[in-house]
């Protein structure tokens, strides 16, 4: 005869156990079954986003910029340290850069922990069996719950009707030591296949028209080149005094803020020049439009990022930089969010590579030349921030960044850290019961100790990890 407090006091485990790995195959079923297979990290569109390839004293400046309003016609400024060669780039240009950039994004991780708990589970009936202290009849929704789980987990009735019987066979034949531990790895052998299945592994341009230098010099301003870049009109000029370059801006249709001489007299008693870029827009457009890119080729002491001008005309601007050299890129005010080495002549069927950054195209390849190393440079400035141009610094390598989780991903590390710490504390203790004169009232206080350190072992590792949303593709 079997009382009611017994068998509430036998049937604790197995619930929680049952409940588990119910929740666990749902989960798994949704990630691998349901949703497509395909995820992306969501991106926030920057107002400026540069790449800047550096080498030898030459630096490669390529920057997509936006408009913002009604209009037709917009006029961009931008000074360099020296003249540059000017050229456009194709429109999907940082598409590719960002794709190169992208970490690497973890979401369907094996669920380990979904192993674990379907090993205990057919443990915990043969060891029943073993003890042959109750009638088999009673662990059947037992062996029921444990076949739905691994069904549902693997995504097919086979492998509900061989959990089944796994579990039935555990039950009711593990009458021995020797019987008892072949079960057990059965059912470690049959959780590995169900947690790890078996599966098959532009634009056309007009290019630059060419430079007409002229010799003309009107109130401190020498014009040195005009051309033509893709949509963009773009004049380079240098001037004696700032006063006579924001003339010459005014007279020219590019509107300086008055707020700018300030900054264009600081770069010209330095010796920069300025480019001067117009575009027509199609009648009828509003709101924010952004343009194919410009890449600007010019000598430099040092890379840098021209960020002056753009204060004298903003609240607040979110600037993302990529930047190119043979070692780790870093700026002021910015922060890295992705720094690792640049695989050069990378073929997409080529597995070796690691983390490293895949080069997309051609294009991106010729503009970053021979560099080794990627750094992706993020911030959002204030008017404040940009009053100084970010200058380049160089710092030793190191990876940075090269994982990222979605919040799936992240969940199931979790579990797998957590649940075997909790799996094998929980047993560990029960296996002192008799011994240094422990009781099972301690037992059971120490064991729920080491279910809520798994608890927070688990919570800890999912709010470390850094974690991004993701959409669907």
């Known amino acids: 005869m079997i009382h009611a407090n017994e068998v509430d006091r036998v049937w604790r485990i197995p619930v929680a156990l049952t409940l588990w790995l119910i929740a666990s195959a749902g989960s798994a079923f949704a990630d691998g079954m349901v949703v497509p297979q395909v995820y992306y990290p969501k991106v926030e569109i920057p107002d400026q986003q540069a790449l800047i390839g550096y080498a ?10 936006s408009f913002q309003g009604d209009g037709t016609n917009f006029a961009w400024v931008v000074p360099l340290p020296s003249v540059p060669e000017i050229k456009p780039v194709p429109e999907g240009f940082f598409e590719d850069v960002r ?17 674990i708990l379907f090993v205990c589970g057919v443990a915990f009936l043969a060891w029943r069996s073993y003890k042959d202290e109750v009638g088999a009849v009673v662990d059947v929704p037992f062996c029921l719950a444990l076949s739905v789980g691994a069904g549902v987990t693997g995504g097919s009735a086979v492998i509900a009707s061989l959990a089944l019987v796994l579990a039935v066979c555990s039950r009711v034949f593990a009458r021995t030591t020797a019987v008892f531990a072949m079960v057990t790895l059965m059912a470690v052998a049959f959780s590995a296949a169900l947690v790890f299945p078996p599966g098959p592994n532009g634009w056309g341009f007009i290019a630059t028209l060419g430079e007409n230098v002229t010799a003309s010099v009107a109130d401190g301003v020498r014009v040195i080149s005009v051309q033509r870049a893709g949509v963009f009109d773009a004049t380079t000029i240098r001037g004696s005094n700032p006063r006579g370059v924001i003339e010459w801006l005014d007279r020219n249709g590019y509107d300086p803020a008055k707020s700018a001489e300030g900054a264009i007299g600081d770069y010209v008693s330095r010796g920069w020049v300025f480019v001067a870029s117009k575009v027509r827009r199609d009648a009828g457009k509003s709101g924010r439009t952004a343009l194919h890119p410009l890449a600007f080729t010019f000598l430099a002491k040092t890379a840098v990022y021209p960020m002056r001008l753009t204060a004298t005309d903003k609240d607040a601007c979110l600037v993302d930089l990529f930047v190119f050299g043979n070692q780790c890129a870093a700026a002021h005010h910015f922060h890295a969010e992705r720094c690792d080495r640049v695989a050069m002549n990378w073929e997409p ?23 080794t190393v990627g750094t992706e440079l993020s911030a959002s400035l ?35 850290v957590a649940l075997p710490f909790a799996v094998l504390g929980w047993l560990s203790l029960g296996a ?42």
Do not use: C
């Not at 794709?99 to 192993?115: K, S």
């Not at 160089?394 to 590390?413: C, E, M, P, Q």
């Open 99 to 115: 794709t190169m950039f992208r970490p690497r994004l973890v979401h369907q991780v094996h669920p380990y922990w979904i192993g």
């Open 349 to 371: 069927h080529e597995k070796n590579l690691g983390t490293w950054l895949r080069v997309p195209s051609g294009e991106v390849l010729n503009l970053i030349g021979a560099s």
């Open 56 to 65: 030898d004293g030459i630096e490669r400046l390529v920057i997509e910029t």
């Open 432 to 473: 002192s019961r008799g011994a240094w004169r422990v009781d099972s009232r301690q037992i059971w206080r120490w064991r729920w100790r080491v279910a809520a350190a798994a608890i927070v072992i688990g919570a800890t590792v999912f709010f470390l990890l850094p974690k991004v949303d993701i959409v669907a593709g």
């Open 382 to 416: 204030t008017p404040k921030q940009m009053e100084t141009d970010a200058e380049i610094k160089w710092s030793g390598f190191r990876t940075k960044r090269a994982y990222v989780y979605s919040d799936s991903g992240a969940a199931t590390i979790a579990l797998n």
